[in-house]
């Protein structure tokens, strides 16, 4: 964990780490040098290495255009992220079970269709 991360968006990662590891086949590990969520060794949750408190999550550019038009506290798009459908989250002025439902579809969204039955079974 870096020095910069502040407590609060440390907290909460760790709170994600220790809900999305409870799925099948996700671990927590790293990618591009950041803390970061796997499913089936795929990325689909990280903290951000440029801004260490912010989290990036695997979405479509279709629900990340209904999240940034919901007028979602902490939400945003970077272009960079533009052709991956990624949004991210400012932990800090985002509701929890808002982060929730972002980590729930980024690992829909990144699982194998075998991951998501065995889930969907437990």
Do not use: C
């Not at 870096?2 to 927590?28: D, I």
Request: aromatic residues 10%; without cysteine.
């Amino acid at each position: 964990m870096s020095v910069k991360r502040g407590l609060q968006a440390e907290e909460t990662w760790n709170r994600l780490v220790g809900l999305a590891t409870s799925w099948p086949a996700t671990a927590a590990t790293t990618s591009y040098g950041a803390p970061s969520l796997k499913v089936d060794g795929r990325m689909f949750a990280r903290i951000r290495a440029e801004a260490d408190d912010m989290f990036v999550f695997v979405s479509t550019p279709e629900e990340r255009r209904a999240w940034l038009e919901s007028g979602e506290p902490g939400l945003f798009a970077e272009p960079h992220y533009e052709r991956f459908g990624h949004i991210l989250a400012d932990p800090s002025a985002t509701d929890a079970a808002i982060l929730n439902d972002l980590l729930d579809r980024a690992w829909e969204l990144t699982a194998r269709e075998k991951t998501r039955a065995a889930r969907d079974e437990t």
